[in-house]
């Protein structure tokens, strides 16, 4: 289950310090399977719980990519195709997260610019798993469309 924003605030609005909404999603071991097919990545830490323990995790992990996208959907959730779109991304990873945890993702606007006749949004978002350890993090640039 994910947590939407309201209506996408306009360009005018946004100042460097706006914070984005908060944003939680909880994966599940079925849309890691699910994950799996599409990205066609087999990798048996995603999936085995014994080559997890083996692998020196506490159980199987989400794919990295799957924190990665749910971040991104934190700010397009914010920010929709309709107002703008996602024109460089950035993550890091410091370390993994699991299913049936939550990903709870919180962000602020760190530029707000005109840039060659395009108006810039750029935005750090972190993901944490519910304790507020920080998993990921994920810098990305937006062109206001609206």
Do not use: K
Request: proline content about 8%; glycine content about 8%.
């Amino acid at each position: 289950m994910s947590t939407a924003a309201a209506a996408a605030p306009a360009f005018a609005d946004l100042a460097v310090g706006t914070p984005l909404p908060p944003y939680r999603q909880t994966p599940t071991t079925v849309q890691l399977v699910m994950y799996a097919g599409a990205e066609d990545d087999y990798m048996p830490v995603h999936f085995d719980h014994h080559y997890a323990i083996g692998a020196g995790q506490p159980g199987v992990i989400n794919h990295g990519w799957l924190t990665y996208a749910i971040l991104l959907q934190s700010v397009t959730s914010w920010l929709p195709p309709s107002a703008a779109r996602v024109v460089r991304s950035r993550s890091r990873y410091l370390r993994p997260t699991f299913p049936g945890r939550p990903i709870v993702c919180h962000g602020v606007v760190t530029g707000v610019r005109e840039e060659r006749g395009r108006r810039l949004v750029d935005v750090h978002v972190e993901a944490s798993d519910g304790t507020d350890l920080v998993t990921t993090t994920v810098d990305a640039t937006l062109e206001y469309l609206a």
